[in-house]
Structure formats: C-alpha cells, structure tokens
C-alpha cells in the first residue's frame, strides 16, 4: 500500500463485534472505527464492556462472532503482525514484583525482539523521569512509579497502536497532569494511535477526538466531546456519563 494510502485505512476497525461467556453476551454485535494517528475513548460503566473489547483488541480474547481489524490486518489470522506494532499499559496489571525497573523493561524489550535495548530503556528512563528508580525492584514502587513503569514498558517499542487503560489513575494531579502531555506528545511526535478506557472525563475531554460510550455490552453513542456536550445539553462529559449510565434521555438521536 502506498504510505499516502495508509491513512485512509483505519487503525481500529471492529464490525459485529461479539463475545459470549456462556450465557452471557459481555459485547452484543458492536462495530466502531478508530482513524489512524487519533485518540478515542472508550467509555462506560463496570460491566460495560471496555476491558473485553480491549482484550479481544490484544489477541487475549477470541471473539464469538464478527470482524477486527488492527493496522489493517485480521486478528484472527494475522495477529503475528500486528502485535509487534502495538502495545498496552495500565496501572492495574502489576510486573514482576522482584524485578527491578530496568530487568523488567529488558524482559520485555526481548519480547518484542528489540534492538539496541539498553539505549532505549535510558531514553524512556529520561522521558518518563525514572532513573532514580531503575535499580529498585517493581514492588517497591509507589502507586505513581509504577504507573510511569507500565507506560515506559508500553512504548518501548515506539508502538503505532497504544492501548490504555485507566492511564492517569493513582496519580497526584500534577504527574496525570505530566503524563497526558506526554501522551499528546507522543501523538504529535509519532503520528500514533491511541484507545483509552477512562473514567476521568476531563482527561477525555483534554485528549480524546472522539468517545465511544458503552453500556451492557453495547455502544450506545459516539462523537466527539464537543458533540456529546450539545446533544446532551451538558457543560461536561461527566453528565453526560450520568446521563447514559441513568437512562436520562437524550436530546437528540445518535448520528
């Protein structure tokens, strides 16, 4: 495909999406696309079916049913491509607690096979304020420490693809302050992609081009924050997610 095609052919794209446990029907036929080089939010409840479709994004679920697509290849027959160009961070999944912070970047900087190792864990070090705390094992770390590892382990290899979940929690203000402004960064600097699950609706707000918000496995609105503001008649994205978490009705239909 010609570079200047590449664009055109979204990062994300999820057709009838959906995935049974049993009886239950955790995402029922949901369909979304995410453009290459934005930022999009993926909002909703517990329950509501993020971390399933970011599973299934990840190659870790198999689908019940329906289509995706990353970086333009099939996960279900592709996934050996696209993983190398990817990667996921958040704060809820723990490293190994007796490694260091510079073992552990290097088990996983032999993972995705990368060259020049040492180089690029001194430069995330640096970028992501972390050479204080290269020597001192994982479980040592505060709350905000390893938040900054999770995401130092999730760039390592320059992903096209950058999946995040929940990537300012535990964070004073200041550092989620920091951290969304090195995401920014890294988007303008690198053309990225990036689908965050979120519940801090300022950040969405801050970052985001576009929000899907779900609901019982179901994507039950879509826009832009700007457009989510209006058509709810809300001064902020957080009434909005009350609103459709409440079953408030909507001032206007879905587009």
């Known amino acids: 495909m010609p570079p200047d095609d ?12 959906t995935k049974r446990f049993d009886a239950h029907k955790a995402l029922d036929a949901i369909s979304f696309d995410v453009p290459a080089g934005s930022t999009v939010a993926l909002l909703g409840g517990n329950g509501a079916g993020k971390t399933t479709t970011i599973s299934i994004l990840l190659g870790l679920l198999l689908p019940s049913d329906g289509i995706v697509r990353v970086l333009g290849h099939d996960m279900l027959t592709e996934r050996y491509r696209v993983l190398p160009r990817m990667n ?3 704060p809820y999944v723990d490293l190994p607690h007796r490694l260091t912070v510079r073992e552990n970047l290097t088990v996983y900087g032999h ?20 050479v204080s705390i290269l020597s001192r094992p994982s479980g040592n770390l505060s709350a905000g420490q390893k938040t900054r590892v999770a995401l130092a382990k999730a760039l390592l290899n320059d992903p096209e693809l950058l999946l995040l979940d929940e990537p300012t929690a535990s964070l004073d203000p200041d550092t989620a302050d920091w951290v969304r402004g090195f995401l920014e960064r890294y988007r303008a600097r690198t053309g990225a992609t990036i ?54 009705r909507r001032a206007a239909a879905v587009p």
């Open 6 to 17: 590449r664009s055109a052919v979204p990062a994300i794209h999820v057709e009838g999406l």
């Open 88 to 90: 996921f961070s958040s």
């Open 111 to 130: 993972l995705y096979g990368l060259t020049g190792l040492k180089q690029r864990i001194g430069r995330m070090a640096e970028e992501l304020d972390l």
């Open 195 to 248: 689908l965050l699950a979120s519940h801090n609706m300022a950040e969405v707000e801050r970052l985001c081009d576009r929000v899907l918000m779900m609901k019982g496995g179901r994507i039950v609105d879509r826009g832009t924050p700007a457009d989510l503001l209006a058509r709810y008649g809300r001064g902020n994205l957080e009434d909005v997610f009350l609103d459709i978490a409440r079953d408030r």
